[in-house]
């Protein structure tokens, strides 16, 4: 019985990680990208690097490199902030979810 218990919480602890970086990255970029419009570039630029660091502590290194990049391009080329900051959204497309065998009631 502990074994199964020790099991859910590894993969409880792991989606919770999973939510908190990777969901929350790629919210916030898609939330972004859909107003940039409205937004100031220093605006853009310290949400780009926020979901950088989100990146980063998810152990994405190249999709977290890619956001930084895009912040750095934003104050000098805006359509090459764009062609960055969509090799990023592709880039973490790419990743996956934890795997989830199967949904687990709890009482």
Known sequence: MEVSRQKLREQTLSRFKYIR??????????????????LEKEDVKNSCLFISKLCNEAGCQEQSELCRKAAEALEKNEEQYLEICQQSCIKCGESKAPLSKKNTYVA
Not at 30 to 35: D, T, Y
Request: a positive charge.
């Open 21 to 38: 970086t990777c969901v929350l990255a790629r919210e916030l970029c898609l939330l972004i990208r859909s107003n940039r419009v409205a």
